[in-house]
């Protein structure tokens, strides 16, 4: 019988007794107790500090006995790369041996105890390096200059006389030297110096450089502990499940039918919408809970579908009831007078973040303590949510930070925090991990927005853009996730890269008569901020109306930009760099294949895209995309160069699959095989061109995935004369008709 | 209750026969390198080698494995020396978030050991592992290289 055949097969068990082989602190242990052994040529595998007590420079800096350099990060790293680029700042500014640098993650709690000394620990918003890169540097450049001042000290020198390279501390005129590592425990009795001056860029020899990642190496051989990997002496597992209707409750399940299944320790009511089964095994506890006989009061939102949505957000395309986000003139009168008005209607579903590893928490939980491990993009604001359903003050309680596998916004929110606590509070003394199943990670997502968008722009006998009307209808992420920010008239976040102006997300476009407008429709699933966020949608639906207004005006797209952009320099400057990447005005595509861009700004940085598609018997293939950035600054080039190409995956699997549609009130799709994502065959080639141009700190992790699928669609519509406008794109027929 | 060979060694854990492979692999052989993603087959993140062979674990009830089948999870792989595939990882910093990238390294060395030399379309027809981060094209360059180095080693 072959392997394969034994899948079908349920006969082929042993009849052996149990040995010791346990869950709990054992199988921890034993993970990393399995020989495993990694002499990579790079550094050393086990990342996390050095467990004796060393005092610290600083609070951003530690310098151990034996030299190595412990850089404290307090932003998440779920992959974006952040963690190592913060710490080739600190390392720039500390003048340290990179190849002795490691890290340590910080804890909220201790953030809180010390008065918040790491500052803000939010990660979102593409905003992990461009929101703390000055006060990260200072940190450094702070412990360099207590280093400098412990080794004059000791000499009996002026600091200003001693130079640092590579963490060694030389003064030249008496030839002595020392190292960090001899000086660092002098060095903290020191006072913190003021007034520093940050390097300039030019001069960086350590940010700046395509240096490797700092936490590689136990990723690739399975020791690197995810918040779903964690184990604790006694440990149960929990999976819950809540209600599939968004707003529904729970009514009542029946404990008694799966008590006294094998391994059901509990089976709990978790909040008015959640039960949980706790186990002491993920399978048994999930067994248990498929088979619990649960009833659901599903509300008022049980006959909300995809339809019902649609209809509700088409009625915002007309209605009168608007929030303004950028007005020239009046583009209502000039369209309402014009010879010609092109209009089109596009729409933008659902999605999922789909991270790879599912929401999960670990909590534990007494009378006078509690304490989570696990993956949490708000450190901060998952240690408040932990504190008030531990019932406990914040000082009694503690998040360890953990590297999230994957989040892209998922883990902004902190309601499955909350969801552990509750659970582990009825299980006192015992740590619970809260483990999601992929098909309640898709249920109970926190979804990218809805929205549609109707574009009409008058366009006149010369090919000019008169006007230009955009009014979007659909949900608000903030009413939902963040009131206290929503205005009188609405969501100013709606309007990412359409704003008038400013550092963050302005359009890039002049018109001299332009009204952008939002109708608030807030259907009763949950939004939450997808990666790119709200930048995603609105970058589709301005730049492929935008190649219907060259279309309709029969001027090629990057010439039909170029005469709107003339006032947005930073804008064509990254369009012009994807343009010429591609050979748009200069090399004709192979045979068969057709060309689109894009362009936006968004988190702070200029991007650009320009695509090579081909289609042929109704199938799209994406062969080629030349993606520009302009972040202001670079901090490692290769990971910004992943960031990148990772963009498109992301972008272009929302594009080609993403859709959450909603029957019956819940979301229709369970997991990978009804919400499909791209994989290694359909990935284009991605050349990535950044052009930092200095004077401004943009993000990276998030702006390009909004032009990864209007710079596809123009090459569609450009290989097939039809336009895309409602995604995803596997509900069109591509056909040539 | 099912007795299996893990990584050369042999274990008896006292599962249900239903139990997939890789909640046997995670929870009572406490090898946690080999990762849930989906409980479908759908992603890959839960690849390990049975009989020297890619195979998605969550899907894969225990019953249907023997102590004959020799499993081989990521903490296996490298064990010795580490594997080239691990080698070219580390080389291009190929992973990202790292969650799915033991079983993007067990798909490739699966797919290596059976093709020294794939060409591009064979390393994107037979990896079809999911990742979300989006490092594909690292995966395949990393592929190559690895394919390189064992081929000139060998």
């Not at chain 1, 952040?82 to 340290?96: M, N, R």
């Not at chain 1, 209607?345 to 696990?374: L, S």
């Not at chain 1, 990254?574 to 010429?580: H, R, S």
Request: charged share 20%; with cysteine.
């Amino acid at each position: 019988m072959t392997i394969h055949e034994r899948i079908h097969s349920q006969s082929a068990a042993g009849r052996l007794s149990r040995r010791g082989f346990l869950t709990g602190a054992g199988a921890a242990a034993g993970a990393f107790s399995f020989g495993f052994s990694f002499p990579l040529p790079v550094r050393a595998v086990a990342q996390e500090a050095a467990k004796e007590t060393v005092k610290e420079v600083n609070a951003w800096v530690v310098i151990q006995p034996d030299e190595s350099v412990i850089i404290r990060i307090a932003r998440a790293e779920m992959g974006q790369g952040s963690l190592t680029g913060l710490a080739q700042l600190v390392a720039e500014e500390l003048d340290c041996d990179w190849d002795k640098v490691r890290f340590e993650l910080v804890k909220p709690g201790e953030n809180r105890r010390r008065e918040r000394v790491w500052r803000d620990q939010s990660t979102g918003g593409s905003r992990a390096i461009r929101g703390s890169q000055e006060y990260v540097r200072m940190g450094g450049a702070t412990a360099r200059a207590m280093l400098v001042q412990a080794a004059a000290q000791q000499w009996g020198v002026p600091a200003a006389r001693c130079s640092v390279a590579k963490g060694v501390i030389t003064h030249q005129a008496s030839g002595r030297s020392t190292t960090y590592g001899a000086v660092a425990a002098a060095a903290n009795g020191i006072a913190p110096p003021t007034g520093l001056t940050l390097k300039d860029p030019k001069d960086w020899t350590i940010a700046g450089q395509p240096v490797k990642r700092l936490d590689t190496l136990d990723k690739l051989n399975g020791s690197l502990v995810y918040g779903m990997d964690i184990s604790m002496p006694g440990m149960l597992v929990a999976i819950p499940k809540a209600c599939p209707v968004h707003g529904g409750k729970l009514k009542s399940f029946d404990a008694s039918a799966v008590s006294n299944m094998r391994g059901v320790k509990h089976v709990l009511r978790v909040d008015d919408e959640t039960v949980a089964v706790v186990a002491d095994t993920f399978w048994r506890a999930k067994t248990a809970l498929d088979a619990l006989p649960i009833e659901w009061d599903n509300g008022p939102n049980a006959n909300v579908s995809s339809e019902t949505i649609a209809a509700m957000l088409r009625e915002g395309l007309t209605a009168d009831t608007q929030f303004v986000g950028n007005r020239v003139g009046d583009a209502k009168a000039v369209l309402a007078g014009a010879g010609r008005v092109i209009e089109a209607d596009y729409g933008f579903p659902y999605q999922n973040h789909a991270p790879m590893e599912v929401i999960n928490a670990t909590v534990r939980w007494t009378p006078e303590r509690c304490e989570m491990w696990g993956p949490t993009q708000v450190a901060e604001a998952a240690l408040d949510a932990l504190a008030a359903a531990a019932e406990l003050p914040a000082e009694a309680c503690e998040v360890h930070v953990v590297r999230i596998g994957g989040s892209f916004g998922r883990r902004l929110t902190t309601e499955y925090v909350t969801m552990a606590t509750r659970i582990a509070r009825q299980v006192p003394g015992t740590p619970v991990k809260m483990m999601w199943t992929r098909e309640e990670d898709m249920a109970q997502g926190r979804y990218h927005p809805v929205t549609q968008c109707r574009l009409r722009g008058a366009v006149d006998a010369d090919g000019n853009l008169e006007a230009l009307h955009m009014r979007i209808s659909g949900q608000s992420i903030m009413a939902y996730m963040r009131p206290s920010i929503m205005t009188a008239n609405g969501d100013p976040v709606t309007f990412q890269g359409l704003m008038p102006g400013g550092a963050e997300m302005a359009i890039g476009y002049t018109i001299p008569d332009l009204l952008i407008d939002h109708a608030m429709r807030n259907p009763h699933i949950r939004p939450g901020a997808w990666r790119g966020v709200n930048l995603n949608q609105n970058a589709v639906y301005l730049e492929c109306f935008i190649d219907e207004l060259a279309q309709a005006a029969k001027v090629d797209p990057l010439a039909f930009r170029r005469k709107l952009m003339a006032n947005h320099p930073k804008h064509l400057a990254v369009l012009e760099a994807a343009a010429k990447g591609i050979g748009w005005e200069t090399t004709k595509p192979p045979e068969g294949v057709h060309r689109g861009l894009a362009q936006v700004m968004g988190f702070g940085s200029y991007v650009a895209a320009a695509a090579e598609v081909s289609v042929k018997d109704g199938r799209l293939k994406i062969h080629r995309i030349v993606a520009a950035t302009d972040p202001g600054y670079v901090v490692n080039p290769q990971q910004v160069e992943a960031q990148i190409a990772g963009s498109f995956v992301y972008g272009l699997s929302a594009m080609l699959y993403g859709e959450c549609t909603v029957k019956d009130g819940r979301i229709v799709e369970e997991n990978f095989d009804t919400y499909n994502v791209m994989r290694l065959d359909e990935m284009p080639v991605v050349e990535v061109i950044t052009v930092p141009s200095g004077g401004f700190w943009g993000g990276v992790g998030e702006p390009t995935i909004a032009v990864a699928a209007p710079a596809v669609l123009n090459a569609v519509f450009a290989a097939t004369g039809k336009r895309v406008r409602q995604l995803p794109l596997k509900n069109i027929d591509l056909n040539l008709s | 209750m099912a007795k299996l060979n893990v990584n050369g060694k042999v274990v008896e854990v006292d599962v249900e026969d239903d139990t997939p492979l890789l909640w046997v692999i995670r929870e009572h052989v406490g090898l946690t390198g080999t990762k849930y993603g989906c409980g479908v087959a759908q992603c890959g993140a839960c690849t390990v080698h049975l009989d020297g062979v890619a195979t998605r674990s969550c899907a894969l009830p225990v019953s249907a494995v023997t102590e004959e089948n020799r499993i081989v999870t990521i903490e296996g792989l490298g064990a010795e020396t580490p594997h080239p595939v691990q080698q070219a990882w580390a080389e291009l910093d190929v992973a990202q978030c790292g969650y799915c990238q033991v079983g993007m390294i067990m798909a490739a060395s699966s797919l290596l050991a059976q093709n020294p030399n794939p060409s591009d379309d064979d390393i994107r027809a037979e990896i079809t592992n999911i990742c979300r981060c989006g490092t594909y094209p690292r995966v395949l360059a990393g592929v190559k290289l690895a394919a390189e180095r064992m081929t000139n080693r060998g």
